[in-house]
């Protein structure tokens, strides 16, 4: 009975933790060129090119604990949008790549999508050209590459 107890608490604490984890840090962009998008918005048939034109977007789903396509070339100036198609698996996309940020004096990554919850979307406008690779915070072994021409 002591563990049946435990078992339910501690399946409410994961359903608690799973609704609000992205409320508080979905705000949270260090860059001007990241954006939240709501997933009213988001175009739920778009392809997932893995080359891009420039100033087009590039899609690239999360799914069954990874980044769909994991690896990505695209022209300066694209747009990647990330969308989060779990069904109860909150994720982020973080950038391994850091910058100064001058007001703090801090590294902080280039982008930090903070928690995205089910459903929701995080885009970030690549304006120079090289190598980004980035992970999931909350699942490390999660990780993928843009390549900027």
Known sequence: MKTRRIFISLMALLMFAIIFSGSALAALCISSNATMIPSAVQNKDARTPTLSQQNETVNVTIVNFAYTPSNITITNGTTVVWTNKEAFISHSVVSDKK?????????????????????????????TTGTFTYYCAEHPFMRGTVIVT
Do not use: H, M, V
């Not at 910058?99 to 406008?125: E, K, V």
């Open 99 to 127: 910058i100064i940020n001058p007001d703090l004096g801090t590294r902080s990554p280039l982008f930090n999508s903070g928690s995205l919850s089910p459903g929701a979307s995080f885009a970030f406008q690549f304006n």
